[in-house]
Protein backbone atom coordinates (compact mmCIF):
# COMPACT_ATOMS: atom_id res chain seq x y z
CA UNK A 1 0.00 0.00 0.00
CA UNK A 2 1.07 3.70 -0.96
CA UNK A 3 2.10 5.42 1.58
CA UNK A 4 -0.28 8.28 0.02
CA UNK A 5 -3.21 6.05 0.43
CA UNK A 6 -4.77 7.41 3.28
CA UNK A 7 -8.67 6.94 4.15
CA UNK A 8 -10.62 9.86 4.43
CA UNK A 9 -10.55 10.15 8.44
CA UNK A 10 -6.56 10.14 8.13
CA UNK A 11 -6.61 12.69 5.37
CA UNK A 12 -8.69 14.48 8.15
CA UNK A 13 -6.57 14.22 10.83
CA UNK A 14 -3.65 15.24 8.64
CA UNK A 15 -5.12 18.09 8.39
CA UNK A 16 -6.25 19.11 11.73
CA UNK A 17 -2.72 18.52 12.71
CA UNK A 18 -1.19 20.48 10.08
CA UNK A 19 -3.89 22.93 11.23
CA UNK A 20 -2.66 22.91 14.35
CA UNK A 21 0.89 23.57 14.02
CA UNK A 22 0.50 25.94 11.61
CA UNK A 23 -1.47 27.78 13.73
CA UNK A 24 1.14 27.90 16.52
CA UNK A 25 3.84 28.59 14.83
CA UNK A 26 2.23 31.59 13.30
CA UNK A 27 1.16 32.53 17.00
CA UNK A 28 4.68 32.03 18.18
CA UNK A 29 5.85 34.50 15.27
CA UNK A 30 3.27 37.09 15.97
CA UNK A 31 3.76 36.66 19.69
CA UNK A 32 7.87 37.41 18.56
CA UNK A 33 7.24 39.92 16.37
CA UNK A 34 4.56 41.93 17.70
CA UNK A 35 5.88 45.65 19.36
CA UNK A 36 4.83 45.30 23.57
CA UNK A 37 3.50 48.52 24.61
CA UNK A 38 6.50 49.86 26.64
CA UNK A 39 4.95 49.42 30.49
CA UNK A 40 5.58 52.46 32.71
CA UNK A 41 6.83 51.06 36.18
CA UNK A 42 7.14 52.70 39.00
CA UNK A 43 10.40 54.22 39.77
CA UNK A 44 12.66 52.62 42.49
CA UNK A 45 11.19 49.55 42.55
CA UNK A 46 12.52 46.19 41.46
CA UNK A 47 10.40 44.76 39.06
CA UNK A 48 10.20 40.68 39.80
CA UNK A 49 9.30 39.34 35.53
CA UNK A 50 8.22 35.70 35.75
CA UNK A 51 5.23 33.14 34.97
CA UNK A 52 2.37 33.16 37.64
CA UNK A 53 1.93 32.17 40.86
CA UNK A 54 2.27 28.88 41.77
CA UNK A 55 -0.79 26.56 43.58
CA UNK A 56 1.32 25.75 46.21
CA UNK A 57 3.45 28.19 47.00
CA UNK A 58 4.63 31.78 45.31
CA UNK A 59 5.94 30.46 42.41
CA UNK A 60 7.09 26.99 40.34
CA UNK A 61 10.29 27.98 40.03
CA UNK A 62 12.89 27.71 42.51
CA UNK A 63 14.86 31.04 40.80
CA UNK A 64 12.04 33.26 41.41
CA UNK A 65 11.94 32.34 45.36
CA UNK A 66 15.35 32.80 45.60
CA UNK A 67 15.48 35.95 43.89
CA UNK A 68 12.41 36.98 46.12
CA UNK A 69 13.90 35.52 49.60
CA UNK A 70 17.04 37.82 49.11
CA UNK A 71 14.84 40.98 48.35
CA UNK A 72 13.12 40.43 51.83
CA UNK A 73 16.23 39.34 53.39
CA UNK A 74 17.67 42.59 52.28
CA UNK A 75 14.64 45.10 52.43
CA UNK A 76 14.38 46.05 48.88
CA UNK A 77 11.05 47.35 47.69
CA UNK A 78 9.87 45.06 44.68
CA UNK A 79 6.81 43.91 42.89
CA UNK A 80 6.37 40.24 41.09
CA UNK A 81 5.09 40.81 37.65
CA UNK A 82 3.53 37.94 35.97
CA UNK A 83 3.82 38.65 32.30
CA UNK A 84 5.70 35.36 31.22
CA UNK A 85 7.93 37.65 29.38
CA UNK A 86 11.29 35.78 29.19
CA UNK A 87 14.69 37.51 29.85
CA UNK A 88 17.17 38.20 26.53
CA UNK A 89 18.22 35.04 27.43
CA UNK A 90 15.41 33.10 27.33
CA UNK A 91 14.32 32.49 31.14
CA UNK A 92 12.99 33.66 34.17
CA UNK A 93 13.31 35.20 36.23
CA UNK A 94 14.60 38.81 35.18
CA UNK A 95 14.71 42.06 37.08
CA UNK A 96 14.14 45.58 35.54
CA UNK A 97 15.48 48.76 37.61
CA UNK A 98 14.73 52.07 36.91
CA UNK A 99 16.37 51.87 33.35
CA UNK A 100 17.64 48.72 33.83
CA UNK A 101 17.55 44.92 32.85
CA UNK A 102 19.25 42.22 34.48
CA UNK A 103 18.67 38.55 33.27
CA UNK A 104 19.24 35.30 35.66
CA UNK A 105 18.40 35.42 39.45
CA UNK A 106 22.45 35.76 40.68
CA UNK A 107 23.27 38.20 38.22
CA UNK A 108 20.46 40.48 39.64
CA UNK A 109 21.64 39.98 43.37
CA UNK A 110 24.94 40.83 42.55
CA UNK A 111 23.48 44.01 40.54
CA UNK A 112 21.22 44.81 43.37
CA UNK A 113 23.89 43.96 46.22
CA UNK A 114 25.89 46.96 43.98
CA UNK A 115 23.59 49.31 43.82
CA UNK A 116 22.12 48.94 47.50
CA UNK A 117 25.38 48.44 49.01
CA UNK A 118 23.94 45.31 50.57
CA UNK A 119 26.56 42.16 51.37
CA UNK A 120 24.41 39.33 53.55
CA UNK A 121 27.64 37.51 53.71
CA UNK A 122 29.38 40.17 55.60
CA UNK A 123 29.37 37.17 58.79
CA UNK A 124 31.36 34.83 56.59
CA UNK A 125 34.86 34.17 55.85
CA UNK A 126 36.73 33.42 52.83
CA UNK A 127 36.49 29.11 53.54
CA UNK A 128 32.54 29.51 54.62
CA UNK A 129 32.11 31.56 51.01
CA UNK A 130 33.66 28.52 49.68
CA UNK A 131 31.67 25.50 50.83
CA UNK A 132 28.04 28.08 50.51
CA UNK A 133 29.40 28.56 46.69
CA UNK A 134 30.24 24.48 46.31
CA UNK A 135 26.60 24.24 48.06
CA UNK A 136 24.62 26.32 45.95
CA UNK A 137 26.10 25.09 42.43
CA UNK A 138 25.04 21.53 43.59
CA UNK A 139 21.58 22.80 44.73
CA UNK A 140 21.36 24.80 41.18
CA UNK A 141 23.27 23.11 38.49
CA UNK A 142 22.39 19.26 39.93
CA UNK A 143 19.43 19.15 42.12
CA UNK A 144 17.36 21.06 39.92
CA UNK A 145 17.69 18.53 37.72
CA UNK A 146 15.77 15.92 39.52
CA UNK A 147 12.75 18.51 40.05
CA UNK A 148 12.59 19.47 36.37
CA UNK A 149 12.33 15.41 35.23
CA UNK A 150 9.98 14.80 38.33
CA UNK A 151 7.64 17.43 36.85
CA UNK A 152 7.85 16.74 34.00
CA UNK A 153 8.70 12.96 33.25
CA UNK A 154 8.61 11.33 36.31
CA UNK A 155 4.85 12.52 37.13
CA UNK A 156 2.88 11.11 34.76
CA UNK A 157 -0.14 13.74 35.85
CA UNK A 158 2.14 17.21 35.57
CA UNK A 159 0.42 17.75 38.90
CA UNK A 160 2.18 21.05 39.46
CA UNK A 161 2.38 21.98 35.67
CA UNK A 162 -1.73 21.07 35.67
CA UNK A 163 -2.33 23.00 38.81
CA UNK A 164 -1.13 26.49 37.65
CA UNK A 165 -3.67 26.05 34.41
CA UNK A 166 -1.08 24.63 31.71
CA UNK A 167 -2.56 23.42 29.06
CA UNK A 168 -1.94 19.64 27.59
CA UNK A 169 -0.07 21.50 24.44
CA UNK A 170 2.18 23.78 26.50
CA UNK A 171 2.85 20.49 28.80
CA UNK A 172 3.61 18.56 25.49
CA UNK A 173 5.89 21.47 24.97
CA UNK A 174 7.08 21.45 28.44
CA UNK A 175 7.78 17.96 28.31
CA UNK A 176 9.71 18.16 24.76
CA UNK A 177 12.32 20.79 26.32
CA UNK A 178 12.82 18.98 29.81
CA UNK A 179 13.99 16.23 27.91
CA UNK A 180 15.90 17.70 25.46
CA UNK A 181 17.65 20.18 27.79
CA UNK A 182 18.30 17.27 30.34
CA UNK A 183 19.21 15.04 27.77
CA UNK A 184 22.00 17.28 26.70
CA UNK A 185 22.90 18.20 30.60
CA UNK A 186 23.68 14.90 30.88
CA UNK A 187 21.54 13.93 33.87
CA UNK A 188 18.77 12.81 31.36
CA UNK A 189 20.51 9.86 29.98
CA UNK A 190 20.12 8.51 33.88
CA UNK A 191 17.15 6.03 34.69
CA UNK A 192 15.05 7.78 36.93
CA UNK A 193 16.57 5.13 39.68
CA UNK A 194 19.56 6.66 39.22
CA UNK A 195 18.33 10.16 38.73
CA UNK A 196 16.90 9.43 42.31
CA UNK A 197 19.83 8.08 43.51
CA UNK A 198 21.49 11.31 42.64
CA UNK A 199 19.05 13.18 44.38
CA UNK A 200 18.76 11.59 47.40
CA UNK A 201 23.02 11.94 47.69
CA UNK A 202 22.88 15.74 47.34
CA UNK A 203 19.90 15.93 49.77
CA UNK A 204 21.92 13.75 52.15
CA UNK A 205 25.20 15.85 51.88
CA UNK A 206 22.97 18.82 52.49
CA UNK A 207 21.05 17.39 55.27
CA UNK A 208 24.39 16.33 56.97
CA UNK A 209 25.87 19.70 56.33
CA UNK A 210 23.31 22.04 57.91
CA UNK A 211 22.64 19.49 60.73
CA UNK A 212 20.94 21.09 63.66
CA UNK A 213 21.79 25.25 62.86
CA UNK A 214 19.56 27.84 62.29
CA UNK A 215 20.32 28.63 59.00
CA UNK A 216 22.52 27.28 56.30
CA UNK A 217 26.09 28.54 57.44
CA UNK A 218 25.13 28.96 61.46
CA UNK A 219 23.17 31.29 63.46
CA UNK A 220 22.80 34.20 60.87
CA UNK A 221 20.96 34.33 57.53
CA UNK A 222 23.56 34.97 54.47
CA UNK A 223 22.85 34.59 50.58
CA UNK A 224 23.11 30.77 50.52
CA UNK A 225 20.20 30.72 52.70
CA UNK A 226 18.10 32.24 49.36
CA UNK A 227 19.23 29.66 47.44
CA UNK A 228 18.80 26.26 49.74
CA UNK A 229 15.19 27.85 50.35
CA UNK A 230 14.45 28.50 46.88
CA UNK A 231 16.06 25.10 45.39
CA UNK A 232 14.35 22.79 49.13
CA UNK A 233 11.33 24.42 49.30
CA UNK A 234 10.09 23.63 46.03
CA UNK A 235 10.83 19.81 47.31
CA UNK A 236 9.28 19.93 50.70
CA UNK A 237 6.18 21.73 48.93
CA UNK A 238 5.64 21.72 45.25
CA UNK A 239 6.55 18.56 44.74
CA UNK A 240 3.43 16.31 45.69
CA UNK A 241 3.93 12.89 46.02
CA UNK A 242 7.42 12.39 44.62
CA UNK A 243 10.85 10.71 45.97
CA UNK A 244 12.18 14.22 46.60
CA UNK A 245 9.63 15.33 48.81
CA UNK A 246 9.64 11.62 50.86
CA UNK A 247 13.11 12.02 51.14
CA UNK A 248 12.90 15.13 52.87
CA UNK A 249 9.77 14.91 54.63
CA UNK A 250 10.29 11.06 56.05
CA UNK A 251 14.09 10.58 56.10
CA UNK A 252 15.80 14.11 56.26
CA UNK A 253 13.81 16.16 58.37
CA UNK A 254 16.12 19.13 59.89
CA UNK A 255 15.81 20.54 56.01
CA UNK A 256 11.89 20.39 56.11
CA UNK A 257 12.51 22.20 59.79
CA UNK A 258 14.55 24.29 57.92
CA UNK A 259 12.30 25.71 55.03
CA UNK A 260 9.54 26.22 57.98
CA UNK A 261 11.74 28.20 59.87
CA UNK A 262 12.51 30.71 56.26
CA UNK A 263 9.56 30.61 55.44
CA UNK A 264 7.88 31.73 58.78
CA UNK A 265 10.82 34.52 58.55
CA UNK A 266 10.68 35.45 55.34
CA UNK A 267 7.55 34.56 53.90
CA UNK A 268 4.31 35.45 56.50
CA UNK A 269 2.29 35.82 53.08
CA UNK A 270 3.22 32.90 51.78
CA UNK A 271 -0.40 31.82 51.06
CA UNK A 272 -1.72 34.73 50.04
CA UNK A 273 1.12 34.88 47.61
CA UNK A 274 -0.23 31.11 46.09
CA UNK A 275 -2.84 30.70 43.36
CA UNK A 276 -5.16 28.77 46.18
CA UNK A 277 -5.12 31.75 48.23
CA UNK A 278 -6.37 33.59 44.90
CA UNK A 279 -9.62 31.10 43.84
CA UNK A 280 -10.29 30.96 48.10
CA UNK A 281 -11.09 34.70 48.18
CA UNK A 282 -12.69 34.45 44.75
CA UNK A 283 -15.38 31.76 46.12
CA UNK A 284 -15.95 33.11 49.42
N1 LIG B 1 20.49 30.52 35.96
C1 LIG B 1 19.13 30.99 35.83
C2 LIG B 1 18.21 29.79 35.77
C3 LIG B 1 16.75 30.21 35.56
C4 LIG B 1 15.91 29.06 34.98
O1 LIG B 1 16.40 27.98 34.62
N2 LIG B 1 14.61 29.33 34.90
C5 LIG B 1 13.70 28.38 34.33
C6 LIG B 1 12.41 28.34 35.14
S1 LIG B 1 12.68 27.60 36.71
C7 LIG B 1 13.35 28.81 32.92
O2 LIG B 1 13.20 29.98 32.64
N3 LIG B 1 13.23 27.86 31.99
C8 LIG B 1 12.81 28.14 30.67
C9 LIG B 1 13.74 27.55 29.66
O3 LIG B 1 14.80 27.03 30.04
O4 LIG B 1 13.39 27.61 28.49
C10 LIG B 1 18.80 31.89 37.02
O5 LIG B 1 19.45 31.77 38.07
O6 LIG B 1 17.93 32.76 36.87
Redesign the pocket.
Known amino acids: MSAWNYSGDNINIVYVAGAVVAISVLAVVVKKTRKREPVQYPRDTVMVHQFGKGSRGPSI???VIKLETYLRMANIQYKPVYDRQ?STK????WIEYNEDKIA???LSIEYLNTKFDINLNSNLDSMELAIGRAFSKMA?ENLYWYLVLQRSTYDKHNTIFREVGLNSFIIKILRW?ASK?SYYHGIGRHTETETTSIMEKDVKAISDFLGRKKFFMGDAPSEVDCVMFGQLSQFVWQMPGSQGEKCITEKYKNIEEYCVRMRDLYWPDWEECTLKKKKDSAST
Open positions: SPFMGKIPDSQEKA
